[in-house]
């Protein structure tokens, strides 16, 4: 397995849990600088290399009408202050390559969407940018089969390539986590994050109604997947998930990090300790 280098984060190969957390989309400055300094905080307390994410657009939203991000320069922006003001690596989605050249210049991590996980054009453009790439896990695809993405990254000359596992359709609008797929995708060769909170969605309900997600099956999952050996933890959080405007149904209010992180922090030093991870 490769290892995987965000400024000073090391994921992979034996290294420690890594956190990628924050609020689903950017909603204003002061709201994510709230959460960014809440998280920085806490993973300080807790020894937890964190990297923070927050989108600065979501195009695959249910309705025309639904609340979508700042766009692009503006969420720049507010991403910028966010390592101005913490220090910490900043990650967003990146919907189209003609986003990259902007979108390079302040993150440090490029994530591609799960709907866009084959977008060759994407894909290449992303890697050219020489940044670290999170690629989502396509709801879709079979995750050895994720290894086309990953050489498509590759192809560019960029090996900094993380996979992000966030569940398998089943059915309609209902979503499964295969924790087979965890070492499968290492076996390609990438450190694995496991997204705990997209995976609880339930989709087809909009995520403003509370039962279009069910947050309190994400410790569960959580725990499992460092069990089986994930490299890293994908979580969204804020401090008023029902107030939020993306998400609001699935994502895990602020206070109760610190309690899901020491457990998983926990059972991850303990099959890291057995040279799982």
């Given amino acids: 397995m ?10 992979g190969k034996g290294n420690p849990l890594v956190l990628i957390a924050g609020p689903c989309v950017i909603e204003g400055e002061a709201i994510v600088l709230e959460i960014a300094q809440a998280l920085k905080t806490l993973c300080a ?8 994410k927050a989108s600065y657009e979501k195009d695959n939203r249910g309705s025309e009408r639904s609340y979508k991000g700042p766009g692009l320069e503006e969420g720049l922006k507010i991403l910028r202050k966010v390592k101005e003001r913490t220090g910490l690596p900043v990650l967003s989605d990146v919907h189209r390559m003609e986003d990259v050249d902007l ?3 302040v993150l440090d991590v490029i994530q591609i969407p799960a709907f866009l ?3 060759t054009s994407l894909l290449l453009k992303a890697g050219e940018s020489g940044k670290v790439i999170n690629i989502k896990k396509g709801q879709f695809i079979a995750p050895e089969n994720m290894v086309s993405a990953v050489k498509k990254i590759h192809s560019t000359g960029n090996q900094q390539v993380l996979l992000t596992e966030r569940g398998t359709c089943f059915g309609y609008n209902k979503l499964i986590s295969d924790f087979c797929a965890i070492p499968i995708m290492q076996g390609i060769g990438c450190p ?6 997209h995976i609880v969605r339930n989709y087809g309900i909009p995520s403003e109604d509370p039962r279009g997600g069910s947050p309190q099956f994400v410790p569960h999952l959580s725990r499992a997947a460092m069990a089986v050996g994930c490299n890293g933890l994908f979580l969204e959080t804020h401090p008023r998930p029902a107030e939020a405007l993306c998400d609001a149904s699935s994502m895990i209010p602020l206070q109760e990090m610190e309690d899901l992180l020491r457990q998983t922090k ?12």
């Fill in 2 to 11: 490769n290892e995987v280098k965000v400024g000073e984060v090391r994921i």
């Fill in 45 to 52: 307390k807790l020894e937890i290399p964190l990297i923070f």
């Fill in 103 to 105: 979108a390079k210049e």
């Fill in 117 to 119: 996980c084959q977008q």
């Fill in 192 to 197: 694995v994050i496991f997204d705990a909170t």
């Fill in 266 to 277: 926990a059972i991850h030093d303990l099959v890291r300790g057995w040279g799982i991870t």
